[in-house]
């Protein structure tokens, strides 16, 4: 299905190095936690505004209907 991105930094890590590699994993891991709550909330808010989004666009255009004319099926 979907790839998944692998984080983890090539090479061996030395003593000096290995602080620098805890580090950016923590910024990976971070920046990875960040994007899955933003996807997340950005789902649910595309779920439950897009049909009240279409409604005020359908009410704002030229010529004006009703409401009930707008959610109508006919």
Do not use: C, D
């Not at 580090?23 to 997340?40: G, H, I, N, P, R």
């Not at 049909?51 to 707008?70: D, Y």
């Amino acid at each position: 299905m979907a790839s998944r991105v692998s984080l983890k930094s090539k090479g061996k890590a030395s003593g000096k190095g290995s602080k620098a590699s805890a580090e950016e994993k923590s910024t990976a891991q971070s920046l990875k936690e960040w994007s899955t709550w933003a996807v997340k909330k950005a789902k649910v808010i595309t779920h439950y505004g897009f049909i009240p989004l279409v409604i005020v666009i359908g009410m704002n255009s030229e010529p004006k209907p009703q409401l009930s004319q707008l959610l109508s099926p006919v």
